[in-house]
């Protein structure tokens, strides 16, 4: 073909901006499988929200109050670093950690033997459901197998120790009749029995298995997994789930939470845990306490010993040297000295705690030593004066001073022991349980709710996703102009989407003699009128052709390429051409439903030469329009191509009508298409809209290409406009038809 209609680049402009409608169009296009994901995800959620075992939620509230340091009735009291012992401020992040401590969660973990995992054996996925629904008991099993439990059976076991390589590994107990169990599992060679309610002990190949079974509520039969786990697991995985926050801001009331899947041991767990938390607080508190009385008591003695011997040796000397009282200023200095004295070893005990976290260096001990060397200073001015003293005086003042500091030290040990017995007796906890744990009624997960709301989002999320990845992966050219760019080749044709063809071709399945062409049926219609145009292109551009066949192929099946034949051939011959339309395609060719035709004779028999082409031919199908069907399906058609009858058919179809347009089968399925193709002076591929792929276009353009025969252009089928393309709709397919006949009735 000499003369092809190219692409006008001034009538139109490549739009390669972000295209909203080609959004809408996928999900459109995929609403089906984007419905059956999201419903798909739905259903999973729904499965698993009603199957999933229940997990409840148990809570308590603890108090943690704030005890500053209780002052005792006197200054120079050496005691009160023994009272902060018991005294001291209980901060809120320091009970957290207690709480999750191995020394409260043990205890919890023996008193309620969290170590031994015992529960009823139920059908997977669907037993607890049915459980959880059912009120009476059924034979357990399926059929009698298996040893599933339906209903609310249950075991208790008070012990269960296993050989220390059987830890975690899970043992069967089969209910009996008369009291009795069965017992299998690791280390087991043959099932044993027991009693229930009577220690047993069973050897195993690694060792005794000691098993207390205290009651079995369950038909004979019922089976029930049992493990020992470590303490140690145990007691990890309680402090695993164990969740303690601070409830608000330092508001010093801690809430301790605890998920599980049997409500009633949740709240024991929780229950003992916070008893033995406010348990230990008391106890701690107490023994501070008594340690510190225990010290004081012991110093008591030595305090009174050294108050006697000072109140001896001052009335001893006195009477020695015949003195009287002390005068005015003797009394006020040994007063001073007194107080110098206890301020003195005040800051000495302060600096001493300092040094404890601090350095030398630092503001505080630096401030404290500047105490220290400003008492000191004053104590030897003191000294200085005693000194000026008569020297009788002097030792009376200083055996004074010494007695008056014993007896105060004394009162201070015997005041401090009373205080410490009324606080013992007294003692509380620093720690309140505020509120205990009630059993829930409710569980908190799964949320039946939020699960099908989060399945149903997921579900579209990953639909329309995969919608997207599909058309990314697949999808075929949807733009003229791409695919123009792409192949190399001119779009001589897009045809849109036919309504009517819809319905034509649900009376097609029917297979009776009416004739069901769309350019018969409806010659109105856009589709029509967009092969019309390549009607006008094909009937110019046959002027000088060495022959007037016209192939018509595709790269895949189910782009079209027959209805186009038929319709195609149908206008051919309404515009005055004597037109043969041949059904190429031998393996599945049905070119004769378009036109109410019986399946018979065709080409197949005309290569074979077992009838003759005036014979075969349907003749006046339409006025001027002629039909040869395929024929019987052939069980060669590859090798029956590549006969000489084949080319000498064509040849005398060429010499007898106008036009020949021959129906070829899928290039990219069949070898056949490539065997006919140099009986044809003009190649036209038909490409499917948003299916057929530029590459699918150029490989069969290649594989024609080895014939020689050339492709002349493509015509476009099944041509939707984007919704948000306004610019495409007004220039590709019927849609610009459309609104020239609607502004047409309008405006008559």
């Known amino acids: 073909m000499k003369l092809k209609y190219q692409a006008s680049e001034g009538l139109s402009e490549r739009n390669d901006e972000f295209d909203p409608g080609s959004i809408i169009d996928t999900l459109i296009n995929h609403r089906k499988m984007i419905a059956a994901i999201t419903m798909a995800f739905i259903l999973v959620g729904a499965l698993y929200a009603f199957c999933a075992t229940p997990i409840y939620r148990a809570s308590i509230s603890i108090r ?105 590994n899970a043992y069967t107990v089969t209910a009996l009749t008369g009291g009795q169990y069965q017992l299998r599992g690791p280390g087991l060679e043959q099932p044993v029995t027991g009693r229930v309610g009577v220690d047993e002990q069973f050897e195993t190949s690694h060792g005794p298995v000691n ?96 108050m006697e011997q000072a109140e001896e040796a001052y009335n001893t000397y006195r009477n020695s040297h015949g003195l009287l009282d002390a005068d005015e200023e003797s009394r006020l200095i040994l007063r001073q000295a007194t107080e110098a004295d206890s301020r003195l070893y005040d800051l000495k005990r302060q600096r001493q705690d300092l040094m404890a976290h601090l350095t ?59 205080t410490l017995r009324l606080v013992k007796a007294g003692q509380s906890a620093s720690v309140q349980l505020l509120d205990t744990a009630d059993v829930p009624e409710r569980p908190v997960k799964p949320a039946k709710t939020l699960v099908l709301l989060i399945s149903a989002v997921l579900g579209l999320f990953v639909a329309i996703g995969l919608a997207f990845l599909r058309d990314y992966l697949f999808k075929g050219e949807a733009d003229p102009e791409e695919l123009e760019s792409r192949t190399g080749l001119t779009v001589y044709a897009t045809i849109p989407v036919s309504a009517q063809q819809e319905q034509l071709t649900q009376k097609m399945a029917i297979r009776g003699p009416e004739k069901l062409a769309l350019a018969f049926r409806y010659p109105m219609d856009p589709a029509v009128e967009a092969l019309r145009t390549m009607r006008a292109a094909l009937q110019f551009a046959l002027n000088g052709e060495r022959n007037n066949v016209v192939m018509l192929a595709g790269p895949l099946p189910g782009i079209g390429k027959s209805f186009l034949s038929a319709n195609l051939g149908t206008l ?100 056949d298409t490539v065997t006919m193709a140099p009986v044809a002076d003009s190649i036209f591929m038909v490409a499917r809209f948003a299916d057929t792929r530029a590459g699918e276009i150029s490989e069969s353009v290649k594989r024609l290409a080895q014939t020689g025969s050339k492709v002349e252009g493509i015509l476009l089928n099944g041509f939707k406009v984007s919704r948000g393309n306004y610019s495409q709709s007004r220039r590709y397919g019927g849609y610009a038809y459309d609104a020239y006949y609607s502004d047409s009735a309008t405006t008559k």
């Open 64 to 168: 943690v109050e704030d005890n500053s340091p209780t002052a005792l009735p006197d200054s120079k009291d050496l005691v009160r670093n023994a009272s902060s012992l018991f005294q001291e401020k209980s901060s809120a992040e320091s009970e957290m950690q207690i709480l999750r401590s191995k020394a409260i969660a043990m205890q919890t973990v023996d008193y309620l033997k969290l170590y031994i995992e015992a529960e009823p054996k139920r059908l997977p996925v669907l037993g607890g459901l049915i459980a959880r629904h059912t009120d009476s008991r059924m034979t357990p099993g399926i059929f009698g197998w298996g040893g599933f439990v339906w209903g609310d059976e249950s075991i208790s076991v008070s012990t269960f120790e296993v050989p220390r390589k059987q830890e975690g």
């Open 360 to 418: 030398a260096e630092h503001p505080s001990v630096v401030a404290i030593d500047q105490q220290i060397a400003s008492t000191n200073k004053y104590v030897e001015s003191l000294a200085a004066r005693v000194k000026s003293m008569p020297s009788a005086e002097q030792g009376a003042i200083r055996l004074m001073r010494d007695m008056r500091m014993s007896s105060d030290m004394y009162s201070a040990l015997r005041s401090n022991i009373d």
């Open 572 to 671: 051919l011959a309404s515009g005055g051409k004597r037109v043969l339309l041949v059904d190429g395609d031998l393996r599945r060719g049905h070119l004769n439903q378009y036109f109410g035709l019986q399946r018979g004779a065709g080409l197949a028999d005309l290569i074979t030469g077992e009838r003759s082409l005036e014979e075969t031919v349907h003749k006046d199908v339409l006025p001027n329009l002629d039909v040869l069907q395929c024929g019987e399906y052939p069980h060669d058609p590859a090798e029956l191509l590549l006969s000489a009858n084949f080319r000498a058919t064509i040849r005398a179809a060429s010499e007898q009508y106008d036009i020949v347009l021959l129906d070829a089968p899928a290039i990219l399925a069949v070898s």
């Open 211 to 306: 098993l207390l079974v205290s009651k079995i509520d369950g038909e004979s039969g019922a089976e029930f997994k049992l493990t020992r786990h470590s303490r140690q697991q145990a007691l990890e995985q309680l402090q695993k789930g164990l969740q303690v926050d601070e409830q608000g801001n330092k508001s010093n009331v801690l809430g301790v939470m605890l998920e599980g899947r049997d409500p009633v041991l949740v709240t024991n767990i929780l229950n003992d845990i916070g008893a033995v938390y406010v348990r230990q607080n008391v106890n701690e508190k107490g023994a501070n306490a008594e340690k510190s009385l225990n010290y004081l008591e012991q110093q008591l003695p030595g305090a009174k010993r050294q």
